[in-house]
C-alpha cells in the first residue's frame, strides 16, 4: 500500500521560513509528477507547486517566488522551501503523487494526510 507521509510543518510568524517534506513508501515505482497542495480554511484545495520527472516545475500564482519545489535524491520525495511567509498561507498542506500505469497515459494518484502550516501575524 502506498503513504505518502508529509512532514515540517508547525507555528511560524509571519516572515519566516519553513522546510515539508514528503517520502513516499510502498511502492517500488517512481512516480512521475510530485506536488503540494495546500487547503486553507474555508476554501478549496488548490496546487502550490508540482515538479514532474524531468525537471518541470509549476507554481501557483500566489508563490509570487517565495516558495521552491525540488525532488530529493531518494526516490519518491519531495520538499518544499517556503520563505517569506504570509498568514494568507495558512493551510493544511497536502503531498500529491502522480504515476502513469500505461502507455495510453492513464494515471493513479496518491495522497497524504497533510501538514498543518500557520503563520501567525
Known amino acids: 500500500q502506498v503513504q505518502l507521509m508529509e512532514s515540517g510543518g508547525g507555528l511560524v510568524q509571519a516572515g519566516g521560513s519553513l522546510r515539508l517534506s514528503c517520502a513516499a513508501s510502498?511502492?517500488?515505482?517512481?512516480?512521475?509528477?510530485m506536488a503540494w497542495f495546500r487547503q486553507p480554511p474555508g476554501k478549496q484545495r488548490e496546487l502550490v507547486a508540482k515538479?514532474?520527472?524531468?525537471?518541470?516545475?509549476d507554481y501557483g500564482d500566489f508563490v509570487e517566488g517565495r516558495f521552491t519545489i525540488s525532488r530529493g535524491s531518494a526516490r519518491n520525495t519531495v520538499y518544499l522551501q517556503m520563505n517569506s511567509l504570509k498568514p494568507e498561507d495558512t493551510a493544511v498542506y497536502y503531498c500529491?503523487?502522480?504515476?502513469?500505469?500505461?502507455?495510453?497515459?492513464?494515471?493513479?494518484?496518491?495522497w497524504g494526510h497533510g501538514t498543518q502550516v500557520t503563520v501567525s501575524s
Open positions: 500529491h503523487g502522480v504515476r502513469v500505469v500505461n502507455v495510453e497515459g492513464a494515471t493513479v494518484d496518491f
Open positions: 515538479v514532474t520527472s524531468g525537471g518541470s516545475i
Open positions: 510502498g511502492t517500488r515505482f517512481s512516480m512521475d509528477t
